[in-house]
């Protein structure tokens, strides 16, 4: 669809950039924003591959955003994820190219037990405690197995990536919630927007819609990234399971029922 055809009322637009800019601060601080802006772009009648296409492209703005504050405030080393970030890019490469042509309605079938499932588990389970420097040089394998799986799964469709990224970072290694939002958001940026430059060379993007709701995003990023970071992990983690669970609801009653 040509970008001149899509015509948008001032009022659903309005709508969009205030969803836009609620899904930055919730994705900034636990992850699961695209459950927001995915539904409200359908919602106002845009067909699903432009969908997929201008999330990306606003999601790339948030993700961004968020990702720059955890890693300036030193709660992301690169050097202890490298393997993590080549795995996200080759998972999400992969992801968006079969994106057209694989259907990803077996995996939204699984979403809700898995999100439910980890969202239990943060509930009763311990916060671990922060790892030493030398904690961050295991799990060799498990960064590629988590980065490749988590990215293919972004580049084929994204909704509650960086909520998987920090549940999986918190299972896998000895990370504090607050450091495994850091990892998330970057690697979440990675796959969005190895995602979003595919989407582009497919003609799939409506770039005005995407920018302004990526600017809204980017606000509610920066917003989101500060309070999250000022308040700590006991701020981050009710905000966090209440996600998760809102998540697992939503995702329950899209893909096992049929409803929007």
Known sequence: MPLLEIAIEPTTLGILLFVAFLAGFIDAIAGGG???????????????????????????????????AFYRRRLFEPKLWRRA?????????????????????????????VVFGCGLYLL?????????????TLGRGRQWLQSLGLGFYDGVAGPGTGAFW????????????LK?????R????ISNGTALG????????????????GLALMA????????AIQGGSRFIRPIFILVVLAMSLRLAWQHWFGMA
């Open 166 to 177: 920090t549940i999986s970072s918190m299972l896998l290694y000895p990370l504090d919630l």
């Open 34 to 68: 695209g459950l927001l802006t995915l539904p409200a772009l359908l919602t106002a009648g845009l067909p699903p591959h432009l969908v997929l296409g201008t999330n990306k492209l606003c999601a790339t703005f948030g993700s961004a955003t968020a990702s720059y």
């Open 124 to 136: 009763f389970s311990r916060m671990p405690s922060p790892p030493s420097g030398s904690d961050m």
């Open 198 to 213: 595919v989407f582009i060379i497919s003609g799939h993007v409506a770039w005005v819609l995407g920018i302004g709701m």
């Open 85 to 113: 970030l080549i795995g996200t890019f080759l998972g999400a490469l992969l992801g968006a190219g079969l994106a057209h042509a694989v259907p990803a309605d077996w995996l939204n079938q699984l979403l809700p037990l």
């Open 220 to 227: 509610g990023a920066f917003l989101g990234a500060r309070t």
């Open 186 to 189: 970057t690697m979440n940026f």
């Open 180 to 184: 495994a939002s850091g990892v998330a």
